[in-house]
């Protein structure tokens, strides 16, 4: 499949994924949760649930060999959210309202990592070289 492709079907997965992302932030910033750990309930679930969905229907492989990786990457990109969210809420944006416009920027930053670093082919050759390898 094409870079173009695998993009687009990202960019729809992706719509799904964040709205759900969202979704639980939400919930847990509306349940007086503070954001920090608003923006690690998101990502725990956002992990299991994109995991399935992003690997399945975007990168057509969602073997569990790849599921360090893709924590990995959510790890990143939770830590660069924060920072974000953070600042966004110190120029006196709402923490809502800051995530929501941090999304698409996030949404760019995962679809790199993950067709880069997590779904990347000659990624998985190194992994599978390493493990056939070990005694």
Known sequence: MSQ??????????????????????????????????????????GICFNFLTTGHFVFLDASLVRLPRFAGAYLLCYAVNYVAIRMLIHM?????????????????????????????????????AEQSEKP
């Open 92 to 128: 006196g944006l709402g923490s809502i309202v800051a995530q929501a416009l941090i999304s698409p920027c996030m949404a760019v930053l995962s679809f790199l990592l993950m067709s880069k670093y997590v779904f990347s082919t000659s990624r998985m050759s190194d992994v599978s």
């Open 4 to 45: 173009g492709r695998k993009f687009i079907r990202f960019l729809l997965v992706g719509v799904l994924n964040t709205a759900f992302g969202f979704a639980v932030y939400a919930a847990l910033i509306y349940a007086r949760v503070p954001v920090w750990l608003a923006l690690i309930g998101g990502n725990v679930a």
